[in-house]
């Protein structure tokens, strides 16, 4: 759940949703990080949380029970909203075929392990590595010229550019996957509307360096 709608059901501003996540943020309580929103109406870049449950819950515990009991109707209608997309066989032959499907998928997911042993090694040396770095860095990682890692990365949608500017952005995919992260830095409120601003470095996780090895980029540079 976004720190927007979160807002939006409160009735609170969402400056102030985002003061009172960063605050749990600094005491080590939320584990969600802070993204990048672009407003649909003058394309600017906002901050704002992606929130799990477990984080959203921990958010509005100091809330009044009546916005309290909001967020938690509001979740229950998004877990409703799963379950009836589940499939459940109601008879032994759907049982079967399900059964059957899932012993094929096993088989193909062994397929896929033993054909993709032999970099087993490297790519955990690499995610083994510290925590997040700069693309800069993962391109010395990678042995590969860092200008070419920024092209690819662009080119393979993991970056890009926002409305002319020349900072690079990483796609909420990529984030939402664990490949990417952004560094914050805040920047001055906006001069018009006095809101929040802030800038973005993407940096790549362990976990999008060894994806990077795997698929050997150096290769198609």
């Known amino acids: 759940m976004s720190s927007r709608e979160i807002a939006e059901l409160t009735g609170k501003s969402h400056d102030n949703v985002l003061r009172d996540a960063r605050a749990l943020v600094k ?60 499939q ?27 054909r993709q042993a032999p970099k087993v090694a490297a790519i955990q040396r690499l995610a083994g590595a510290g925590g997040a770095i700069c693309i800069t860095d ?26 002319g500017s020349t900072r690079w952005i990483a796609y909420q995919p990529r984030i939402s996957a664990g490949l990417m992260v952004h560094k914050v830095t805040a920047l001055k409120p906006d001069a018009e509307t006095g809101a929040d601003r802030a800038a973005y470095q993407p940096l790549v996780t362990p976990k999008g360096l060894a994806l990077l090895a795997e698929k050997n980029i150096g290769a198609s540079l």
């Open 138 to 163: 993962a391109a010395k990682h990678l042995q590969v010229p860092p200008s070419k890692l920024f092209a690819w990365l662009q080119q393979h949608r993991w970056i890009f550019h926002r409305n």
């Open 27 to 86: 005491q080590g309580v939320l584990k969600s990080e802070e993204t990048p929103y672009t407003h649909p109406q003058n394309g600017r870049v906002y901050p704002e949380f992606l929130l799990s449950q477990r984080d959203t819950l921990v958010l509005v515990s100091g809330y009044n029970a009546q916005l309290r009991a909001k967020i938690i109707d509001r979740w229950q209608e998004l877990e409703s909203g799963v379950v009836a997309r589940l």
């Open 88 to 114: 459940v066989p109601t008879n032994f032959a759907e049982a079967l075929r399900l059964a059957a499907e899932q012993v094929e998928q096993n088989q193909k997911l062994q397929g896929v392990i033993e």
